[in-house]
């Protein structure tokens, strides 16, 4: 078969899976679930493949067979003892690897979350005062100014807002309601940019069954 | 019948009506060229592509992560095709891994990156190469800071990375000038909080609208230098770098559909309100 | 001790390693071998999983039970059998790459089928604007408008409203702080986690079983 009409072929099977899809919006139906379940069958079938030649050839077979690391069979008796979790009876053995795989996650997690989520971060929110400041024979940034005032103030306010082993009431009841409305605001915000990002998905699946699918469609015919 | 009862039966409104409007409101932009649109670069775009733009040709390479999977696709493609043009057309070298953790991403990549350097008659493993995929992101981008050979020991294609060309010079971050993150999840802060503080990579992010509400932290702090976000921020791209696209129409759907739900929100709220105040 | 002790010893030895190699350089070699162990060991949880769905499908598939019945959707865990079957013949002969079979079932079935899932969000959104979003206080007044105003400045619309620099501004300071102030929260809250899973305060994984 011609590449052009291999390429046509697989063109209207995407079309055609794509509208199998869209027909749960109608109702739940035979087609979608066959759609459906294909899908998962094929991902499973992608991802252990896709595991096989990146993780198990390379790192595994090549290290212990053909470069002599035979202290790559530790993980791999690590990797082997997770599916133990089948079995009721040795069951247990999988907390080894589960051990292995949070300690040492967690462990690397530590000093560059501290530094990139909670140092970096604060220095942001602080640095942005030092920017603001007037420099010598300049006038003050008024604009500047307001925001990293904002920013310094706001961020406390947020942070007031989530502390609840202090009674919000007077003072700092205020302080912390005004942290709750930047925090909705906040929050509509990042559901005007989820609107965007879910009318683009739609936008993407529609511009292909437009153009691509009946592109492909009207060359058979 | 007055406007309360009115709108509050079209609040019992058939769903599928909503759907079959909505449907029609992403569709009739596409054959009316309407409505017309108008796209600014912001200044997260131009930063982005300063950056890239700034690389020589034919030396470091910028690194091109694909750590998203087909879901987000329709978003983040046209950003991975965009700065591709952009990289090949400047001869800018590019190293294109993937991080998606099931490894749809290096799917993904593997369709887009041969088509896209094909077009500029880029030679595969010297002006383009891709390493493939490793499955935990943290660890994978640490132990690309100290060796990218033994984190990728073999590329996408099998071919061992110690025998490709692009590779020769490369070692770990010192020699990457920049990396593009195309990601829909929390991958894309990922590499401004791992690499980005450990090894100062300068990391610019492609990213889901989703998820630019919730990255301007890292962009305000400096961590991420440059933000292409969702599909307008793949328009503005390509307009930056003078090949404009499809995502052009697709902001004029974007465009009636907001409107759509905007009204949607208004009349429902309207709505509620005349219906409160009757109790009232 | 099998069962308790010795997962909370693996677990610490292996985290305080990991921590501490941040700032010992000598610990270099060591690092990137654990590093490689982990990437290891994730596979294998992920394949753990992919043994899952597949051992449920199977079972479904299969004459179970008293009656010896098959489960009412064997036809279509069939199908997802097969498909499994294809991709891993397709991709362990043929191999992966441009134009073969495995990268043209990834490009024509799983690539549309997730996308589309991911498209019908928006109808979803839609029905749900209409029927569910309401102003019924202030802070869902104050969420909605801050919503609007983005939908509209991200278009570059309502310039003479000044929509677009509101829009901005909403997303340079209120936003920025609100988001600032979790992400701050979330990065101490997820150090302290880790240090407590690493110590053996938090040993959740390990289940409810008692030695």
Request: net charge positive; glycine share 8%; with cysteine.
């Given at each position: ?43 499973v ?10 993780i ?8 212990v067979?053909?470069l ?9 008796a ?5 599916f ?8 247990w ?6 051990a ?14 501290l ?27 008024v ?13 406390v ?15 700092i ?16 915000a ?15 699946r529609?511009?292909?069954l ?5 592109d492909?469609i009207?060359?058979?015919? | ?9 079209m609040?019992?409104l ?10 029609v409101g ?104 891709f ?47 920049a ?8 991958v ?16 610019l ?44 129409n ?30 009232a | ?31 990137d ?6 990437q ?8 753990l ?9 199977t ?30 013949l ?7 790459g ?39 206080s ?10 609007v ?12 409203l ?50």
């Amino acid at each position: 078969m011609a590449a052009g009409s291999a390429d046509i072929l697989w063109t209207i099977l995407g079309g055609l899976v794509t509208l199998a899809i869209f027909s749960f919006l109608y109702r739940d139906n035979p087609l979608y679930k066959m759609a459906e379940h294909i899908a998962v069958g094929v991902s499973v079938g992608f991802i252990i493949v896709t595991y096989y030649n990146t993780i198990f050839l390379p790192k595994i077979w090549d290290n212990v067979l053909h470069l002599g690391k035979y202290d790559y069979l530790i993980p791999l008796a690590f990797g082997a003892l997770l599916f133990t979790r089948f079995t009721p009876k040795h069951g247990w053995l999988s907390r080894w690897s589960l051990a292995f795989l949070l300690g040492a996650g967690s462990g690397l997690s530590i000093p560059s979350t501290l530094e990139g989520r909670v140092l970096q971060q604060a220095e942001g929110t602080v640095r942005s005062l030092v920017a603001a400041a007037p420099s010598a024979g300049a006038g003050v940034d008024v604009g500047a100014s307001f925001a990293a005032i904002f920013l310094v103030v706001g961020t406390v306010a947020c942070l007031v807002f989530f502390l609840f082993s202090v009674e919000h009431k007077g003072g700092i009841g205020r302080f912390a309601y005004f942290g709750r409305l930047c925090i909705m605001a906040g929050f509509g915000a990042s559901f005007g940019y989820t609107v965007m990002a879910r009318v683009s998905l739609l936008i993407g699946r529609v511009q292909y069954l437009t153009r691509d699918f009946v592109d492909a469609i009207s060359r058979i015919l | 019948m007055d406007i309360a009862t009115l709108l509050q039966k079209m609040l019992k409104l058939d769903r599928r009506i909503i759907y079959t409007l909505v449907f029609v409101g992403v569709v009739l932009p596409f054959y009316l060229a309407w409505p017309p649109i108008r796209i600014e670069v912001s200044r997260e775009v131009e930063d982005a592509f300063r950056i890239i733009d700034a690389i020589p040709p034919n030396s470091t390479p910028l690194l091109l992560s694909f750590d998203y999977d087909p879901a987000s696709a329709a978003e983040l493609t046209p950003m991975a095709v965009a700065a591709l043009h952009h990289c090949f057309e400047r001869e800018i070298r590019v190293l294109v891994i993937s991080l998606q953790y099931t490894g749809l991403g290096a799917g993904i990549a593997a369709d887009v990156v041969p088509r896209i350097a094909a077009e500029h008659g880029r030679v595969k493993n010297v002006d383009w190469a891709f390493l493939g995929f490793q499955p935990n992101a943290m660890v994978a981008m640490l132990q690309m800071g100290e060796d990218i050979k033994r984190t990728f020991p073999v590329d996408y294609y099998g071919t061992p990375v110690d025998s490709i060309p692009l590779m020769e010079s490369i070692q770990n971050y010192d020699q990457i000038p920049a990396v593009l993150t195309l990601a829909s999840t929390a991958v894309g802060e990922f590499w401004a909080i791992y690499p980005g503080s450990r090894y100062g990579l300068t990391v610019l992010g492609g990213l889901t609208a989703v998820y630019v509400a919730d990255i301007q932290p890292f962009y305000q702090s400096g961590q991420i230098k440059g933000i292409l976000g969702g599909l307008k921020g793949a328009a503005e791209y390509e307009q930056r770098i003078g090949r404009p696209g499809d995502d052009m129409n697709g902001m004029r759907s974007q465009k009636v559909i907001h409107y759509l739900i905007i009204l949607f929100i208004a009349l429902g709220n309207v709505a509620y309100l005349l219906a409160r105040r009757r109790q009232a | 001790m099998m069962k308790t002790r010795i997962p909370l010893l693996i677990c610490f030895v292996a985290g305080t390693f990991m921590a501490v190699q941040y700032f010992i350089p000598a610990f270099l070699p060591y690092y990137d071998r654990v590093n490689d162990y982990i990437q290891i060991v994730y596979a294998f949880s992920i394949v753990l999983g992919l043994a899952s769905v597949i051992q449920r499908h199977t079972h479904r598939v299969q004459r179970r039970g008293p009656e010896k019945r098959r489960h009412k959707d064997w036809i279509y865990s069939l199908c997802a059998l097969a498909g499994l079957t294809v991709m891993l013949l397709a991709g362990f002969i043929e191999g992966r790459g441009e134009g073969t079979l495995f990268q043209n079932l990834f490009n024509a079935i799983l690539l549309p089928v997730q996308a589309t899932m991911f498209a019908l969000l928006a109808f979803y959104l839609a029905s749900a604007a209409f029927r569910a979003f309401r102003t019924r206080s202030v802070d869902a007044t104050v969420l909605l408008l801050a919503a609007v105003v983005v939908m509209i400045g991200r278009l570059d619309d309502g310039a003479t409203l000044g929509i677009p620099k509101l829009s901005r501004w909403i997303l340079d300071n209120p936003n920025l702080v609100a988001k600032r102030a979790i992400l701050l929260g979330v990065g101490l809250g997820m150090a302290s986690t880790a240090l407590k899973v690493v110590v053996g305060i938090e040993r959740s994984y390990l289940g409810s079983s008692k030695e």
